[in-house]
């Protein structure tokens, strides 16, 4: 249907008006919204096509720092696996520290990517085409660091295969209430729906890469495009997949990262056991998810030179889209503080005064500045928010703030059980540390790599949106409009 449409009413030779004025609003909407900006489908492929096949220096200077941290993150786990976890600053009261942040962080900005693709695709906004696959790469490699951390924090990886649900000689089966099964099965469905969601939309343009492309690249996009050929029937199972995958991964979103939150609230640890955790990790996990989706529209807009794609609308859209969250965030986080505040327990008081005026005073003013101050004193701007290091900068910072909110529930909490006798401080050691830089290189690297292999841009649904999209003139101004279309 698409390439017919565009047969008989090529969109990107619609003239400019006669009128000089009407002609000055039809430039200032073309330059201003990308469906509007129509361009031949073959401009567009080699848009998006082009730089994936030069890599110059800044990628492979990357490429091996990335690839470096990365290393080094496989090789401290395999010292840890091997001297044991008495090399991590974890003792015997704070038995979860950063590995379990790092895996509440990472599945937080991985279950708000998929998200964000499914649900504005449900919602039917047009601009989210060209960050929709960005979003599903993060969601990828962000659940794939995820899956790991469970591993590491067990310290004996080699019995991994326990917490699989078989029968086996001694009739031993998983604890159905640990933790850990909840979480590694939380990972295995959202994983394998995301991935199956990012692969069944990328199947049209690696066949149009397939066709451009040459030598090893051919041949592996030849196997990836699975014989897609592009016929009406094609087209119609894969908008059908699509939109059951849409409607159905977004309540599996919303139920997997509940499951996270019942890691903590389903203990009788002061400050987890708190029935408002559910809702208030899912927005947390959507608020820093939007953040990160933001810095890597930033940075493959720059190194894959995007700019024609990845416009100010998208960043003024997703901008508006984490000030929202930011309420939503601060409405939730402080309801969860004052129900604890009024009832006065003595160890929850012990706790706000630590963050109040004790040694995680720092952190806690940190975080509320990064998640609250900043967001709320900037983002109302349209200026900020389509000023890209502007909003860069902001989305920086709920990135800090929020592994530091993670930080603070996990690291810092737990210290602090009802005994006083028990209470201890957690102090991270250089085998964290490298771990946790490693797993951030590790996602880095994989987008990095991921957008030199296949299209970035979702070509198919940029050139289906342009063919859909039209104007109407009303007296003397001209407006988007969408046009009909059977």
Same mark, same amino acid.
């Given at each position: 249907?698409?390439?017919?449409?565009?047969?008989?009413?090529?969109?990107?030779?619609?003239?400019l008006?006669?009128?000089?004025?009407?002609?000055?609003?039809m430039?200032?909407?073309?330059?201003?919204?990308?469906?509007?900006?129509?361009?031949?489908?073959?401009?567009?492929a080699?848009k998006?096509?082009?730089p994936?096949?030069r890599l110059?220096?800044v990628f492979?200077?990357?490429?091996?720092?990335?690839g470096?941290?990365?290393?080094?993150?496989?090789?401290?786990?395999?010292y840890?696996?091997?001297?044991?976890?008495?090399v991590?600053?974890?003792?015997r009261?704070?038995?979860?520290?950063?590995?379990?942040?790092?895996?509440?962080?990472?599945?937080?900005?991985?279950?708000?990517?998929?998200?964000?693709?499914?649900?504005?695709?449900?919602?039917?906004?047009?601009?989210?085409?060209?960050?929709?696959?960005?979003?599903?790469s993060?969601?990828?490699?962000?659940?794939?660091?995820?899956?790991?951390?469970?591993?590491?924090?067990?310290?004996?990886?080699?019995?991994?295969?326990?917490?699989?649900?078989?029968?086996?000689?001694?009739?031993?089966?998983?604890?159905?209430?640990s933790?850990?099964?909840?979480?590694?099965?939380?990972?295995f469905?959202y994983?394998?729906?995301?991935i199956?969601?990012?692969?069944l939309?990328?199947l049209?343009?690696?066949?149009?890469?397939?066709e451009?492309?040459?030598?090893?690249?051919k041949?592996?996009?030849?196997?990836?495009?699975?014989?897609?050929?592009?016929?009406?029937?094609?087209?119609?199972?894969?908008?059908?997949?699509?939109?059951?995958?849409?409607?159905?991964?977004?309540p599996?979103?919303?139920?997997?990262?509940?499951?996270?939150?019942?890691?903590?609230?389903m203990?009788?640890?002061?400050?987890?056991?708190?029935?408002?955790?559910?809702?208030?990790?899912?927005?947390?996990?959507?608020?820093?998810?939007?953040?990160?989706?933001?810095?890597?529209m930033?940075?493959?807009?720059?190194?894959?030179?995007l700019?024609?794609?990845?416009?100010?609308?998208?960043?003024n859209?997703?901008?508006?889209?984490?000030?929202?969250?930011?309420?939503?965030w601060?409405?939730?986080?402080?309801?969860?503080?004052?129900?604890?505040?009024?009832?006065?327990?003595?160890?929850?008081?012990?706790?706000f005064?630590?963050?109040?005026?004790?040694w995680?005073?720092?952190?806690?003013?940190?975080?509320?500045i990064?998640?609250i101050?900043?967001?709320?004193?900037?983002l109302?701007?349209r200026?900020?928010?389509?000023?890209?290091?502007?909003? =860069?900068?902001?989305?920086? $910072?709920? %990135?800090?703030g929020?592994? !530091?909110? #993670?930080?603070?529930?996990? &690291?810092? +909490?737990?210290?602090?059980?009802?005994?006083?006798?028990?209470?201890?401080?957690?102090?991270?050691?250089?085998?964290?540390?490298?771990?946790?830089?490693?797993?951030?290189?590790?996602?880095?690297?994989?987008?990095?790599?991921?957008?030199?292999?296949?299209?970035?841009?979702?070509?198919?649904? =940029?050139?289906?949106?342009? $063919?859909? %999209?039209?104007?109407?003139? !009303?007296? #003397?101004?001209?407006?988007? &409009?969408? +046009?009909?279309?059977?």
């Amino acid at each position: 249907m698409a390439e017919q449409a565009s047969l008989e009413s090529p969109v990107w030779n619609r003239p400019l008006p006669d009128d000089p004025e009407l002609a000055t609003q039809m430039r200032e909407i073309r330059e201003k919204h990308l469906l509007q900006d129509a361009r031949p489908p073959r401009e567009l492929a080699e848009k998006v096509l082009g730089p994936m096949a030069r890599l110059g220096r800044v990628f492979w200077l990357a490429f091996i720092v990335l690839g470096g941290l990365t290393a080094t993150w496989l090789v401290t786990w395999a010292y840890q696996a091997y001297q044991g976890m008495g090399v991590t600053g974890l003792n015997r009261t704070i038995m979860w520290a950063p590995y379990i942040v790092n895996f509440v962080y990472f599945i937080g900005i991985g279950h708000a990517g998929t998200f964000i693709s499914a649900a504005l695709r449900v919602l039917k906004f047009e601009w989210r085409a060209p960050i929709s696959r960005a979003a599903e790469s993060l969601t990828v490699f962000a659940l794939l660091v995820a899956f790991t951390m469970p591993l590491i924090h067990m310290g004996r990886v080699w019995k991994f295969y326990w917490m699989l649900p078989f029968p086996n000689q001694r009739q031993l089966w998983p604890n159905p209430r640990s933790p850990i099964f909840w979480d590694m099965t939380a990972i295995f469905t959202y994983l394998t729906c995301s991935i199956l969601f990012m692969y069944l939309g990328l199947l049209p343009d690696i066949a149009i890469a397939r066709e451009k492309a040459s030598g090893w690249r051919k041949r592996l996009y030849t196997v990836l495009a699975l014989g897609w050929r592009g016929t009406d029937r094609e087209w119609k199972h894969l908008d059908t997949t699509l939109n059951i995958f849409s409607y159905g991964i977004i309540p599996v979103m919303f139920s997997v990262h509940t499951v996270v939150s019942w890691d903590f609230a389903m203990t009788l640890q002061p400050g987890w056991n708190s029935t408002i955790f559910g809702p208030y990790f899912v927005v947390g996990a959507l608020y820093s998810g939007v953040g990160a989706v933001i810095i890597i529209m930033a940075i493959l807009r720059k190194a894959l030179h995007l700019e024609y794609f990845l416009r100010d609308e998208h960043f003024n859209a997703m901008g508006k889209f984490l000030l929202i969250l930011s309420f939503t965030w601060v409405y939730f986080y402080f309801n969860d503080y004052l129900l604890p505040w009024y009832h006065k327990e003595p160890i929850l008081t012990v706790i706000f005064r630590l963050f109040s005026s004790g040694w995680a005073a720092p952190l806690w003013f940190t975080m509320l500045i990064a998640n609250i101050l900043v967001p709320w004193a900037t983002l109302w701007s349209r200026r900020v928010r389509s000023s890209i290091p502007a909003l =860069v900068g902001v989305a920086l $910072l709920v %990135q800090v703030g929020m592994y !530091i909110e #993670r930080y603070l529930i996990v &690291a810092v +909490t737990l210290g602090y059980p009802e005994l006083p006798f028990n209470w201890a401080v957690y102090v991270p050691r250089l085998p964290e540390i490298l771990i946790t830089l490693g797993v951030f290189a590790f996602v880095a690297l994989g987008i990095a790599v991921l957008s030199r292999l296949v299209p970035i841009i979702p070509i198919w649904e =940029v050139v289906e949106g342009q $063919l859909l %999209q039209g104007t109407r003139r !009303i007296g #003397r101004a001209i407006f988007p &409009a969408k +046009t009909e279309a059977d």
